[in-house]
């Protein structure tokens, strides 16, 4: 129903920035809560920042909050994830994830995200 198609990762040195893009496909964007996640080596799937139409709620990570930021352009149908001061153990493969359509002005992080992007790699050396 939803196709999604990240991209931006990279190789980067700390204390870089990077942005990711994840292109939204269909005409149900608006009506989506969408995220980032990520996954380390050895380590679980985590939450990174989550934001559902009109950026009326966001969610971030305790660690990182401050360093990154989600928004989106809805004309565009894009979500964006603004990553800054980027550290080492940032590194991780990022996933683009939407929820099915998603009614109220409930917070991003009670909805199951269930459709996923391929992911995109983000490797930050030090």
């Known amino acids: 129903q939803v196709q999604l198609v990240e991209s931006g990762g990279g190789s980067v040195q700390a204390g870089g920035s990077l942005r990711l893009s994840c292109a939204a496909s269909?005409?149900?964007?608006?009506?989506?809560?969408m995220g980032w996640f990520r996954q380390a080596p050895g380590k679980e799937r985590e939450r990174v920042a989550l934001?559902?139409?009109?950026?009326?709620?966001?969610y971030y990570a305790d660690s990182v909050k401050g360093r990154f930021t989600i928004s989106q352009d809805n004309a565009k149908n894009i979500v964006y994830l603004q990553m800054s001061s980027l550290k080492p153990e940032d590194t991780a493969m990022y996933y683009c994830?939407?929820?099915?359509?998603?009614?109220?002005?409930?917070?991003?992080?009670?909805?199951?995200?269930?459709?996923w992007g391929q992911g995109t790699q983000v490797t930050v050396s030090s």
């Open positions: 269909g005409s149900t964007y608006s009506r989506r809560c």
């Open positions: 994830a939407a929820t099915g359509i998603v009614s109220g002005r409930a917070l991003p992080e009670i909805y199951e995200y269930s459709y």
């Open positions: 934001l559902c139409a009109g950026a009326t709620s966001t």
